[in-house]
């Protein structure tokens, strides 16, 4: 073997080496990345699931300060102002003396 296929088998394997390293850095990489996407996946399910709970909250809210003048005080008094609406999508004030609405919520 002379001197130039040496250096050429050496520069090769070089290359080779730095593929593989490369290859190891980018598995790591990946396989933290589909961790996130994982967690971020199971976050916004759980999301989700209080968005409904929440809504369906305040509608409860809404249907029990229609029935609750108590209820409705303390709520316009901390600036709630919630507004049910009738099957057509047309507002029904709770409080006539109410500005504007913070929460809008559908009448079951």
Known sequence: ???????????????????????????NQVEVLANTVGSNEARIGQARQQNEMLRQL???????SRQDPALLNLLTKRGIHLQVTNTNGAAIP???SATAPSASTPSP
């Open 1 to 27: 073997m002379n001197v130039g296929k040496f250096w050429l088998l050496t520069f090769l394997s070089l290359v080779i080496a730095v593929l593989i390293l490369l290859e190891i850095v980018c598995e």
């Open 58 to 64: 305040i509608q409860q809210i809404a249907i029990a």
């Open 94 to 96: 709770e409080n006539p």
